[in-house]
Nanobody, 117 residues
Framework: QVQVVESGGGLVQPGGSLRLSCAAS????????MGWYRQAPGKQRELVAR????????NYADFVKGRFTISRDNAKNTVYLQMNSLKPEDTAVYYC??????????WGQGTQVTVSS
């Protein structure tokens, strides 16, 4: 089992920045990738960014490329999402995920990000 806990959400003005953190614990040997997803009201959950634990390769959704950066600290079993140039349409609950090779996904409880003036 793997436990995932997000932190760092909040209210920010358009054009502002936030940094989300995700701390994972438990059977980390089974985790090969971690990611961030988001879900806005009335919409499906969608991938924001993902990072491979070994090697650090990343992939991003087109709508965040150039604005968001995902990074990891394997020693701390922590993944970060630096969000810059935030837009109102980035408002959503952001979820951290931990992925196994067997396609099991562990989810955090989510953290609210609200972009509004």
């Amino acid at each position: 089992q793997v436990q995932v806990v997000e932190s760092g959400g909040g209210l920010v003005q358009p054009g502002g920045s936030l940094r989300l953190s995700c701390a994972a614990s438990g059977s980390m040997f089974s985790i090969y990738a971690m990611g961030w997803y988001r879900q806005a009201p009335g919409k499906q959950r969608e991938l924001v960014a993902r990072i491979i634990r070994a090697g650090g390769s990343t992939n991003y959704a087109d709508f965040v490329k150039g604005r968001f950066t995902i990074s990891r600290d394997n020693a701390k079993n922590t993944v970060y999402l630096q969000m810059n140039s935030l837009k109102p349409e980035d408002t959503a609950v952001y979820y951290c995920s931990a992925h196994t090779i067997q396609t099991i996904v562990y989810w955090g409880q989510g953290t609210q990000v609200t972009v509004s003036s």
